[in-house]
């Protein structure tokens, strides 16, 4: 089952304390920065509009990480994925 909202910005949340605790990243690092953009973006994965579930569409793994950890793994795509998808020729 796809747990949507918090679940997702919370298991982004452990990730950001694992790099922190075990990669010894820097909690002002612009990297640390980053992920907690990412992290708002990712409290979207597992919802729906008018009926359709919506897809992240990135290369970025830890948006995939997340997503599994949350039973939502089929709502983030890569690129590549979604290009075949579509039937489109992939971008290079």
């Known amino acids: 089952m796809c747990s ?5 910005a919370i298991e ?5 304390w694992e790099k922190i605790a ?8 612009r990297h640390i920065r980053s992920l907690r953009w990412d992290q708002r973006i990712a409290f979207n994965i597992g919802w729906a509009m008018r009926g359709r579930q919506l897809w992240l569409i990135t290369d970025d793994g ?17 690129l590549a994925a979604y290009e075949r998808w ?7």
């Open 4 to 8: 949507r909202g918090a679940a997702a």
């Open 12 to 16: 982004f949340e452990a990730l950001i």
């Open 22 to 29: 075990f990669q010894r990243a820097k909690p002002d690092s």
């Open 62 to 78: 830890d948006f995939a990480r997340v997503a599994r950890a949350v039973g939502c793994e089929d709502r983030v795509r890569t």
């Open 86 to 92: 579509l039937g489109v020729e992939p971008t290079r």
